[in-house]
């Protein structure tokens, strides 16, 4: 059975939600092991693993 309420993001939907270019987000898949999925030549990234990598890799302003 499919687990319907999985979401995912496209590489140009988390570019523009970041406000980097696409390839800093391939970059981050692939050097700094942002989670993703391959459906032959596209690349999705998991709505809850994406936002779970974000808490992880977010940290406190030093002002």
């Known amino acids: 059975m499919l687990n319907t309420e999985i979401n995912y993001f496209t590489v140009k939907e ?3 939600y970041l406000r980097v270019s696409t390839s800093k987000i391939y970059t ?3 050097i700094y092991d942002l989670p993703h999925t391959r459906l032959g030549r596209y690349i999705r990234i998991p709505t809850a ?3 779970r990598w ?3 890799h977010t940290y406190p302003s030093t002002n």
Do not use: A, K, M, T
Request: aromatic letters at 8%; glycine letters at 0%.
């Open 49 to 51: 693993e994406f936002n």
């Open 28 to 30: 981050l898949i692939h």
């Open 54 to 56: 974000i808490s992880d």
């Open 14 to 16: 988390v570019s523009n």
